[in-house]
């Protein structure tokens, strides 16, 4: 019986190990508080089409580039004006929770930049490689709350390996796009999605509503986590709106489209959102102040 048994046993352990990778082992492990950590997408395919080392070289060298020209077109903000530093302050409390979504984070080199342009857009590459445009922060007339909506949103893509679901399916059609890469070529001077091989391809590719979904509740996750209050992400897509009304164009929903209920599905994940901000905050749900934003000054 033992002799039977034994190998069987054997074989049954061994198939549930190649089944269950050590990533999502980890991830079962952590306690569900906040929005539920699902296991990252996996698969034979992307690890071949676009393996994790790949996608982070071409993530650095994309970024590089792109910081480079921005650059020499006088387009980089430095490090001592006050919205950079605001950015990377807000970065550095977000930083230490991303690790609860996706382990490698820990090992990212984390980049904050600013880059002057009218355009309201924000971006992270694979690899922690964050950009935010100045036309999002003084168009929108951002509070730090606001930011941390938004940089939580973009995280969360990188995060969640939306960038990398993309370049999979990147490399295996040969599809390029897309109306961001444009946008950003416009904005260079350059063709990005030529030659200088699409600094666009791994940051300006369109999402899925399934991946913004998840990127607007996992960003605002991580924003409540640092201290920042997730109903500034209400705040946040309403001022999107109001501005969007008014005709202005809008480069981040052309990339992120949300679609109509993107607000009430914030709003319906706000029991779950506000305790971690609270708890961040060192006090209970009933006695946080209703969310001031700036919406009436603009
Ligand atoms: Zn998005």
């Given at each position: 019986m033992n002799k039977i048994f034994k190998p069987v046993a054997l074989l049954a352990l061994c198939a549930a190990m190649q089944a269950a990778p050590a990533q999502e082992r980890r991830q079962d492990q952590v306690v569900q508080d906040g929005i539920a950590v699902k296991p990252l997408k996996g698969g034979w395919a992307r690890d071949i089409l676009a393996p994790e080392d790949q996608v982070n070289e071409q993530s650095a060298q994309q970024y590089m580039a792109l910081m480079n020209q921005a650059q020499q077109k006088?387009?980089?903000?430095?490090?001592?004006?006050?919205?950079?530093?605001?950015?990377?302050?807000?970065?550095?409390?977000?930083?230490?929770?991303?690790?609860?979504?996706?382990?490698?984070?820990?090992?990212?080199?984390?980049?904050?930049?600013?880059?002057?342009?009218?355009?309201?857009?924000?971006?992270?590459?694979?690899?922690?490689?964050?950009?935010?445009?100045?036309?999002?922060?003084?168009?929108?007339?951002?509070?730090?709350?606001?930011?941390a909506a938004v940089m939580g949103h973009e995280i969360a893509h990188a995060l969640r390996e939306h960038g990398r679901d993309r370049q999979t399916k990147s490399t295996a059609t040969g599809i390029a796009s897309s109306i961001g890469g444009a946008a950003l070529s416009a904005w260079l001077g350059v063709d990005v999605r030529g030659a200088a091989n699409a600094l666009g391809q791994l940051t300006v590719l369109k999402f899925s509503r399934d991946e913004e979904r998840e990127a607007d509740l996992v960003g605002l996750d991580i924003a409540a986590r640092a201290g920042y209050d997730p109903r500034a992400g209400v705040a946040l897509w309403n001022k999107m709106a109001s501005l969007n009304e008014r005709g202005a164009p809008i480069e981040l929903l052309s990339t992120h489209p949300g679609g109509s209920n993107r607000i009430e599905q914030i709003q319906d994940h706000m029991n779950v959102l506000l305790p971690l901000y609270a708890r961040a905050k060192g006090t209970s749900v009933d006695r946080l102040p209703a969310y001031r934003t700036n919406l009436a000054s603009q």
């Open positions: 006088g387009a980089l903000v430095p490090a001592s004006d006050p919205r950079v530093k605001r950015l990377r302050t807000i970065a550095q409390r977000i930083i230490p929770h991303t690790a609860r979504w996706n382990q490698e984070a820990q090992q990212w080199k984390w980049q904050v930049n600013l880059l002057q342009s009218d355009q309201v857009n924000a971006f992270c590459m694979p690899g922690g490689r964050v950009a935010f445009f100045t036309g999002i922060i003084d168009k929108l007339k951002l509070t730090d709350d606001e930011i």
